[in-house]
C-alpha cells in the first residue's frame, strides 16, 4: 500500500534555530514529492515539488531535498511567521493529480 | 487571479441527511480535484474531475459521489451521512494536464451531529 510518512509529528523551535522536516514514502513508480504547507483554517498553499533524487529547490529559509526513500525540508534561521503545518505529499506515475499525503509536522517558532 | 472558492464555508447536518459542497476553480484551471481533511486520517483524496469526467477515485464508499459542470465547476454529494463524515472537504483545481500543482480553496467544514 502506498504510504507517506512525516516526522516528527510536532516540532516546537526558538527564532533562528534551524531544523528539518522528515518525509518518508513508499509509493510504487513515484512520479512526483509535494510539500505544502497549511496554515489554520486554511487549505494547503503549494510549496515545492521534486522529481528525481538528488534534486533541490529553495524558496527564501525552506530548502527541500530528495532522496529514493525521502525527503527533507529544510528550515533555515526559521521566523515566527514560519510556524504552520507542513505536508508532505506523493503522486504515482498514473494518476498524477491523486496525492497520497503525510499526517503533517505542525511546526511552532517562538520569537 | 481568484483563487478556489468553495461554499458553503461551514455546515451543520444530521445523520441521515445528505449534502452538497461547491467548488470553483482558478479560471483556466479544467481539473478539480476533491480531499477529505479529519484530524485522525490526514488528507484523504475523495476524486478528481477533468472536463466533467471523473478521472480519478479514492477509496471511498458510494455514498460520496461528485461532478463535474461545463464551466469547470464541480460540486461534492454526500448522502446518509454518518457521524464519522465531519470533516473539512477540501477542494482543489489543476491545469489538469502534466502539471500536478495544485491550488486548494479554505474548505468547507461539515460537521454531522
Known amino acids: 500500500e502506498d504510504q507517506v510518512t512525516q516526522s516528527p509529528e510536532a516540532l516546537r523551535l526558538q527564532e533562528g534555530e534551524s531544523s528539518s522536516l522528515n518525509c518518508s514514502y513508499t509509493?510504487?513508480?513515484?512520479?512526483?514529492l509535494f510539500w505544502y504547507r497549511q496554515d489554520p483554517g486554511k487549505g494547503p498553499e503549494f510549496l515545492f515539488t521534486?522529481?528525481?533524487a538528488g534534486e533541490e529547490k529553495e524558496k527564501e529559509r525552506l530548502k527541500a531535498t530528495l532522496t529514493k526513500k525521502e525527503s527533507f525540508l529544510h528550515i533555515t534561521a526559521p521566523k515566527p511567521e514560519d510556524s504552520a503545518t507542513y505536508l508532505c505529499?506523493?503522486?504515482?506515475?498514473?494518476?498524477?493529480?491523486?496525492?497520497?499525503f503525510g499526517q503533517g509536522t505542525r511546526l511552532t517558532i517562538n520569537p | 487571479k481568484a483563487g478556489v472558492t468553495q461554499t458553503p464555508r461551514y455546515l451543520i447536518k444530521t445523520r441521515g441527511q445528505q449534502v452538497t459542497l461547491s467548488c470553483s476553480p482558478i479560471s483556466g484551471h479544467r481539473s478539480v480535484s476533491w480531499y477529505q481533511q479529519t484530524p485522525g486520517q490526514g488528507l484523504q483524496f475523495l476524486f478528481e474531475?477533468?472536463?466533467?469526467?471523473?478521472?480519478n477515485k479514492g477509496n471511498f464508499p458510494g455514498r460520496f459521489s461528485g461532478r463535474q459542470f461545463s464551466n469547470s465547476r464541480s460540486e461534492m454529494n454526500v448522502s446518509t451521512l454518518e457521524l464519522g463524515d465531519s470533516a473539512l472537504y477540501l477542494c482543489a483545481s489543476s491545469l489538469g494536464d502534466t502539471n500536478e500543482k495544485l491550488f486548494f480553496g479554505s474548505g468547507t467544514q461539515l460537521s454531522v451531529l
Open positions: 509509493v510504487s513508480g513515484l512520479r512526483g
Open positions: 474531475y477533468f472536463s466533467e469526467t471523473q478521472r
Open positions: 521534486l522529481y528525481s
Open positions: 505529499a506523493a503522486s504515482q506515475a498514473q494518476g498524477a493529480q491523486k496525492l497520497v
